[in-house]
């Protein structure tokens, strides 16, 4: 009885940590783009500080996870929108 009742607890607890998980992903993904957005914030007010590629490589990525078009003004709207609608 003790074997099986000890199945039980470690199956619930398994459950119990995939919850959580699962739960955090939005969270996770809401602060990559947050601290994305920031590090384009700096490459945009720092403009003579980075390379043309650093600029590039930053927007697409930014643009590859928020299937957005990789032109400056639609990653720049969205940042906007994003960093001021923060809490």
Partial sequence: MGDSL??????????????IAV????FSREKELSNLCREY????????????????????????KTNLNSETNSIGNFCNSFYFNQR
């Fill in 23 to 26: 739960g955090r992903t939005p």
């Fill in 41 to 64: 914030y700096v490459i945009y007010l720092n403009q003579d500080d980075y390379s043309r590629t650093q600029k590039e490589k930053i927007i697409k990525v930014i643009a590859s």
């Fill in 6 to 19: 000890q199945k039980a607890f470690t199956g619930v607890i398994a459950f119990a940590l995939i919850v």
